[in-house]
């Protein structure tokens, strides 16, 4: 079974501050790595993905995450946010040899501030 | 191309009636999935089903029923709603690959009195 642990429910960050949204997981087998945006009152849309290769993905809107396999983490990034970055964002992880069982995190409620 | 389609979107339910949520994709997908977001919580798998006529149970399936007789559509039943049913209900799919990203529906509130 896999696990994924957000350390932060929320983070306010003021606009045009860098922004580092942390996210580990637990497995016992190899997963691909996933972070979702969520807006208010709407479904989840996929900001980057990382399937194998190099570990730092970049992902839309200026987001990028980075893969540490000995940390077993997954970190999300922006160096300079804006005001409507302001959204929840979900880590999730599935095994990499089924599409049945994708684990969400807890979620980060990132509110940008003027 | 409408992706994901959920309905209804809002709805609100006496304890002990029965509803079906209904979700349909039109980009020829294998697998769907029900899901459950509640505050703090992240999102709960229900039901997922791998291909038309298949349905298996996720990590809440305990007072929901789903069916998926047609591959674009996947329904979702509450048979006796009850107040912890209260949430918001998301629907996904996905090509039968796992490092294809699921796509997600708008979702359905569902509030039970």
């Known amino acids: 079974a896999q696990s994924v642990t957000q350390l932060d429910s929320q983070v306010p960050v003021f606009e045009e501050a860098p922004v580092e949204l942390r996210c580990n997981y637990s497995?016992?087998?190899?997963?691909?790595l996933f972070w979702y945006v969520q807006y208010p009152n709407q479904g989840l849309q996929l900001l980057l993905k990382?399937?194998?290769?190099?570990?730092l993905v970049k992902g839309i809107n200026g987001f990028e995450a980075e893969f540490n396999k000995s940390q077993t983490s997954f970190h999300l990034r922006k160096p300079s946010v804006h005001i409507s970055d302001t959204a929840e964002y979900f880590c999730?992880?599935?095994?990499?040899?089924?599409?049945?069982?994708?684990?969400f995190g807890s979620g980060t409620q990132l509110t940008v501030l003027p | 191309n409408a992706g994901v389609t959920q309905t209804p979107k809002f709805r609100v339910l006496k304890t002990g009636q029965s509803m079906t949520l209904l979700c349909a994709q039109d980009m020829n997908h294998e697998y769907m999935y029900w899901y459950r977001q509640d505050p703090g919580m992240g999102l709960r798998l229900i039901h997922y089903?791998?291909?038309?006529?298949?349905?298996a149970k996720g990590e809440v399936p305990d007072g929901y029923n789903v069916s998926r007789l047609k591959k674009q559509n996947f329904l979702l039943g509450l048979e006796s709603a009850a107040p912890s049913q209260t949430s918001v209900y998301f629907c996904?799919?996905?090509?039968?690959?796992?490092?294809?990203?699921?796509?997600f529906g708008d979702g359905t509130r569902l509030s039970i009195l």
């Open positions: 089903s791998v291909g038309e006529g298949t349905t």
């Open positions: 990382y399937l194998s290769g190099s570990t």
């Open positions: 996904a799919s996905t090509l039968s690959s796992s490092n294809q990203p699921q796509h």
């Open positions: 497995s016992s087998v190899s997963v691909y």
């Open positions: 999730a992880v599935i095994p990499s040899g089924s599409a049945r069982q994708l684990t």
